[in-house]
């Protein structure tokens, strides 16, 4: 019996946070809204990846929200920020590239500043909130995927508490 392996490529993502929303791109390729994020390099841990994808993709400044870890700190072996989840997506193939999957790190993060430096790539990008996924069609304009984690992401870090009413 044989078994195909598939390619296996490392991928990080951010989820960036601002006023009760969340940013997406527009992939040029693929024509969906997306987190910032990209391949991870040669000598590039993912939390790396993750930091020069916002860069270049988007030019902002942002700090990825900690999530639980267990710190090692020892001569071979160190721990590094610990993704918020990660996937292992199917990707089809495109062009000369042959069908692979992704093994994405996702992170979460905040804005720190709005100013942002010019990005190496020009990319459409928005802030969405509930009501903007709601407009959206999904797998036309955005990943079931990619749809479920945001509306997790806007119920876990973007709700806004009801007001307690007095009788």
């Not at 806007?154 to 709700?159: D, E, G, P, R």
Request: aromatic share 12%; glycine share 2%; net charge negative.
């Amino acid at each position: 019996m044989w078994i195909y392996y598939m390619n296996k490529q490392f991928t990080a993502s951010v989820y960036i946070i601002n006023d009760q929303k969340i940013l997406l791109i527009k992939h040029p390729k693929l024509q969906k809204w997306l987190p910032p994020g990209g391949h991870v390099e040669n000598n590039e841990t993912p939390v790396e990846a993750a930091r020069r994808e916002v860069r270049e993709e988007t030019g902002l400044e942002i700090e990825l929200i900690p999530q639980e870890n267990i710190w090692v700190n020892y001569w071979n072996a160190n721990s590094f920020e610990r993704p918020y989840l990660c996937l292992l997506e199917e990707i089809p193939p495109y062009k000369d590239q042959p069908a692979h999957q992704h093994m994405d790190f996702i992170y979460v993060a905040n804005l720190i500043s709005a100013k942002s430096s010019s990005p190496s790539e020009s990319l459409i990008y928005q802030w969405f909130d509930q009501k903007g996924l709601d407009l959206l069609e999904p797998d036309a304009d955005i990943f079931k995927e990619t749809l479920q984690v945001l509306q997790h992401l806007l119920a876990t870090f973007c709700s806004i508490p009801k007001k307690l009413v007095s009788n």
